[in-house]
């Protein structure tokens, strides 16, 4: 504890208590300390924060937030804990919990959200104290000087949000860009939520899929609980906590993407649909755990929503139909699609047992579908074909993506699965499910089957 600041604390439960106990006197003595230092010039971290609870005893939710600045451009702020403690009406804490922020760089800021406040007493909290405790002050901008064990360079990347609701709980949507040269492993996004400028809760959440040099993602926040329904804007950070330097493969090549969406309401209840068709320039090497992120977009270029799809490998000069599956009635309407590709490697092979060694008991292959044909109805849109087992085995599972086109563009797309097992040889009829969200429009279709079968 610094000199001044004040914590929450709690006691084991006391055994043999009378029941009708109503008082309590404790004291905490001091058994080690270090003088307060005060050197290092600007060391003064200065800190802006909120909170707000909701509900009665028994249900009470309550959320928080922080933005922590550091003004010095001289020193780095190391091993920074950060306390919140909910306050009752005397001003005594009534629960806290610390959060550790690995530094905080020259005139650099951290925005920082408890995981959890669980206080659920009789009495609203009546305020929110913030402290923080510095371990050190350090004359650098490397993460390592201030934690030699570090996985990553410490990289902060801020984030464009906008606050949205997922039903009756404000959630908060955006995107970020990774600008530092390295592949970000897994990262931190801490959010707050503001009313009118104030910050009246927060959120952190944890993102492990791998982010590229340059490469833009979306993200969503959970569902932030407390009396934030009044929040009007977001304000987002992505802490890098593991990453590895960009390996710069020499056999890594540019995959080609044509994607494309629309959107529909009808009878006040709004559905999209979309769909990609992912392409393999290269002779020479197979593209290996492929992940395609459609991002829906709002006006202001915020991500409604994120879907992934996956491909275990793309073949050399071969392409891959992928489609995600988005929830329906988004509360706005979508105005452009996003799709970013992400490859786990390139490898010189021409069976997916190269790309993935527990593979080796499968093979994984895309048909193409014969006469995919759209059939339009008066309020759906679906397509029909035929599949040919052009493989020697018996196909045991398989899904069948489509993408429609209207003309040459991409309109939508989806996933059906295929439940039925098919022989070497044998053509069967297929049918995907409906489009949600496509229009009449559609004039054609482009499938595959992607089929795993047992050797």
Known sequence: MQPGQTIAFESYRVRSAPADADSAECQVAVESSVEAGGGSPNEELIVESGFSTEGEPGSRSNSAGAVITNPSQVVAACEVQVTFSLLDAAGAPVESITETIPWIPKDGRVIVAPEYLLYDGDEDPA???????????????????????????????????????????PIARGQVTNT??????????SCVLRDGGSIIGGDATDIFDPIKPGQEIAFE????????????????????????EAGGDPAAVELLVESGFSTEDEFGFRSSSAGGVVTNPSADVAACEVEVTFSLLDA???????????????????????????????????TA??????????????????????SQDYVSARLDVAEATVLHERTSTAVTGQLTNELTERVQTG???CVLRAGASIIGGNTTEILELLQPGETIDLEADEFDGAPQTADSAECQVVVVVRE
């Open 127 to 169: 305020g929110l104290a913030v402290a923080t405790v510095v371990g050190a002050f350090e004359d650098t901008d490397d993460l390592a000087v201030c934690d030699p064990s570090a996985e990553s360079s410490g990289t902060l990347l801020d984030a464009s949000a906008s606050v949205h609701r997922d039903g009756s709980l």
């Open 180 to 189: 530092s040269p390295e592949v970000v492993q897994v990262a931190r996004l």
């Open 221 to 244: 926040s959970s569902p932030i609980f407390g009396d934030v329904e009044d929040a009007d804007s977001a304000e987002c950070q992505v802490a890098v906590e593991t990453s590895e």
């Open 300 to 334: 202001s270029g915020t991500p409604l929503e994120t879907d992934t799809a996956f491909a275990d490998w793309i073949p050399k000069s071969g392409r891959a139909i992928v489609a995600p599956s988005f929830s329906s009635d988004f509360p706005e309407e979508p």
């Open 337 to 358: 699609l996003s799709v970013s590709v992400l490859v786990g490697s390139f490898v010189d092979t021409d069976g997916v047992a190269g790309c993935d060694e527990l």
């Open 399 to 401: 899904f069948l993506n």
